[in-house]
């Protein structure tokens, strides 16, 4: 276990909702970063939010969209839902934001846009 | 052209065989080398981290990075039925960047 917790495990949303998921990282470490992965496909990097600024981000539209906050807990949001939405969203939490800070990520939030 | 290349599988070994697993890569920035391995419907727990080429090892798994055909592998000794999963290789870049790129990830049956 990585002590990188994820919520909901499951959610169901329909096309055009919004829906907001939560992550609460490792003790000690203040960098979120968060992951999209399809059926089949790897990890696609989002965005990392590192001292609750949004350090970088991805090839994503800005319907994508996040927060940190002061304990280093994240939030991903994302509006107006489409079915290729639906996949499993991964969080990661790192000490730093580098790329020599080993990343480690909760279990997931699958999410199904019907 | 995908900047990590990675064989989906499925590939199924016997009990006690020995895995080899890989990456190729497009982008001579990257430098550090990681191996993560998924369950079903769970998270990448991370195996191996490499810095730059060279070998690693920790227990039955050995991971190797040769930068110069940029190619790195994950091998498995003595391969167990739980060893079953999807394997993921990940990188990036040196210093000033964050996010790694991963590989779409190998599924390895190991028979009993």
């Known amino acids: 276990e990585t002590g990188v917790t994820q919520s909901p495990t499951h959610l169901i949303k329909t096309r055009g909702q919004q829906v907001t998921l939560r992550c609460s990282s490792q003790s000690g470490h203040n960098t979120v970063s968060w992951y999209q992965q399809a059926l089949g496909q790897g990890p696609q990097f989002i965005f990392q939010?590192?001292?609750?600024?949004?350090?970088g981000r991805g090839n994503f539209p800005p319907r994508f969209s996040g927060l940190q906050f002061p304990n280093y807990s994240s939030e991903l949001n994302v509006n107006a839902l489409e079915l290729d939405d639906s996949a499993l969203y991964l969080c990661a939490s790192s000490f730093g934001e580098l790329a020599k800070n080993i990343q480690y990520f909760g279990a997931g939030t699958r999410l199904s846009v019907l | 052209q995908k900047e990590v290349e990675q064989d989906p599988g499925p590939l199924s070994v016997p009990e006690g065989a020995i895995v080899s697993l890989n990456c190729t890569y497009s982008?001579?920035?990257?430098?550090?080398f990681m191996w993560y391995r998924q369950y079903s419907r769970k998270g990448p727990e991370l195996l191996m981290y490499?810095?730059?080429?060279g070998n690693k090892e920790d227990g039955r798994f050995t991971a190797q990075v040769d930068k110069s055909s940029k190619y790195i592998s994950l091998f498995i000794r003595d391969s167990q039925p739980s060893d079953s999963a999807t394997y993921l290789c990940a990188m990036s870049r040196g210093s000033g960047t964050y996010k790694y790129i991963f590989g779409t990830g190998t599924r390895l049956k190991v028979l009993a």
């Open positions: 490499t810095y730059s080429s």
């Open positions: 982008n001579s920035a990257f430098q550090y």
């Open positions: 939010y590192y001292r609750e600024e949004e350090n």
